[in-house]
């Protein structure tokens, strides 16, 4: 189930009066703003780095400035019946276009939404 769905981001105004949701609501409600609409939060939550490795490097600083991450854990490098070495390729190229770059970002507590 996508995270976005669990936790009601297509409608933050469902956390609107739940004690200990505000920031919820607020964190939504921002991304929201930013992406356009509520439509385009359904994504937000994913916790899945999929793509080029220019569109990794971009959805991890968009992570990072949503939650200040100062780390990220990967590995699963093959899905469903991917053969192995289809697999190995995507981790290869993950640890040589992705990784250096990631591992070289500031990790900035940003400011409360």
Do not use: C
Request: aromatic share 12%; charged share 20%; glycine share 16%.
């Amino acid at each position: 189930m996508e995270a976005g769905l669990h936790y009601g981001s297509g409608d933050p105004s469902r956390f609107d009066g739940v004690e200990g949701y505000e920031g919820y609501a607020a964190q939504f409600n921002a991304v929201a703003g930013a992406a356009g609409g509520y439509e385009s939060v359904s994504g937000f939550g994913k916790p899945q780095l999929i793509g080029t490795p220019d569109q990794i490097i971009e959805q991890v600083r968009y992570i990072q400035r949503m939650t200040s991450v100062k780390e990220i854990v990967v590995g699963a490098w093959g899905f469903g019946g991917m053969p192995f070495d289809i697999g190995e390729k995507s981790f290869r190229l993950f640890a040589k276009e992705v990784l250096p770059v990631v591992q070289a970002m500031p990790a900035p507590l940003q400011a409360r939404i």
